[in-house]
């Protein structure tokens, strides 16, 4: 079901509301298909997190099933934990391999990962930003943290942000906390594409799913777009399409 909300600056929104997870996610995984379907040498924003797993699994049945290839797809994780190199089973990278790029034809040169254990953060943030201004994104895959964060762009996070360094918060290490494969504490400082990253690319496509994203999904939809709820600004960009489970949905005034 299609459904429009408008918020306060009565913009309209895209937003599908499906009664299940594995409906969202698989109309999500549709939505990459179908983009890389009509150009190969898409360019890929992809986040990690418990949400995105069920669109990669639906991705990888479409490559099982001979119906896509992803070999001239490029492709920019969103963040990156601090400290961590992609080897250890903790990193963002290692879980993009086990999820999706070491089942797939997606080629190691056109992949973009951002190397959480640099020597130094600030010299690795600004390559990553010169290799984004190289290959805008055409479709940006989002999940929502339960504080409306984007990426790692916690609550205060200005919208005109561009890679960087950023200091989680409480609630993302809570969050984040039972994911850990080996590690025993979340790290506490990330390196995140900014709001402005996001903001940049040509589509984007924000899945949210479960009870407890309600909230965050309401702020972000129908209240003005505030620095409280990074992805209220998503709302300031013109092509972006939210897929919602009904209980992701549930808080939403229909
Ligand atoms: P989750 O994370 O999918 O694990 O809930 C979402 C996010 O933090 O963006």
Redesign the pocket.
């Known amino acids: 079901m299609d459904h429009h909300p408008r918020i306060a600056s009565d913009r309209v929104l895209n937003v599908t509301i499906l009664p299940t997870a594995q409906e969202a996610s698989a109309a999500v995984a549709e939505k990459i298909l179908s983009a890389v379907r009509a150009n190969p040498a898409a360019v890929l924003g992809l ?6 797993r069920r669109v990669y699994a639906a991705l990888l049945d479409a490559v099982a099933a001979g119906e896509i290839s992803f070999a001239d797809a490029t492709t920019f994780n969103l963040d990156e934990y601090c400290g961590l190199p992609a080897s250890h089973a903790d990193s963002f990278a290692a879980y993009m391999y086990r999820e999706l790029f070491g089942k797939a034809d997606f080629r190691p040169a056109r992949i973009n990962l951002i190397d959480g254990a640099a020597a130094d953060n600030e010299v690795e943030a600004a390559r990553y930003a010169r290799l984004l201004a190289e290959h805008p994104i055409d479709l940006q895959l ?5 504080n409306g ?3 790692f762009n916690e609550p205060g996070a200005l919208p005109a942000g561009r890679v960087q360094t950023v200091k989680l918060s409480e609630e ?1 290490l809570l ?2 906390q039972p ?1 850990l494969i080996e590690l025993k504490q979340v790290p506490a400082h990330a390196i995140t594409m900014g709001i402005g990253d996001i903001l940049a690319a040509r589509e984007i496509v924000i899945l949210a799913t479960g009870p ?2 309600a909230e965050a999904v309401r702020r972000s939809l129908q209240e003005t777009p505030d620095n409280a709820c990074p992805a209220s600004h998503l709302s300031t960009h013109s092509n972006v399409h939210w897929f919602l489970d009904e209980a992701a949905a549930g808080l939403l005034q229909r």
Do not use: R, V
């Open positions: 986040a990690t997190g418990q949400t995105p989002l999940g929502i943290g339960t964060h984007i990426g993302t969050a984040n994911t407890a994203k």
